[in-house]
């Protein structure tokens, strides 16, 4: 599962889940390639794809 930073450039367009470092889900957004993954209000929040996000959901 690949986890993406705030301020880190979007590889490609898509829905994102944002989560806080406990890994509480913070919301989805719709992100553009190009774009930067925008700040979150608590330290080492990430941000991952969420086709992955549901495939590692269905895993479990």
Do not use: C, I, W
């Amino acid at each position: 599962m690949q986890k993406y930073r705030p301020g880190e450039q979007v590889p490609s367009s898509g829905n994102y889940v944002a989560y806080d470092r406990n890994g509480s889900n913070g919301g989805t957004l719709h992100l553009e390639e190009g774009q930067r993954f925008p700040a979150t209000q608590h330290e080492g929040s990430y941000y991952v794809s969420s086709n992955e996000s549901d495939y590692e959901y269905t895993k479990k």
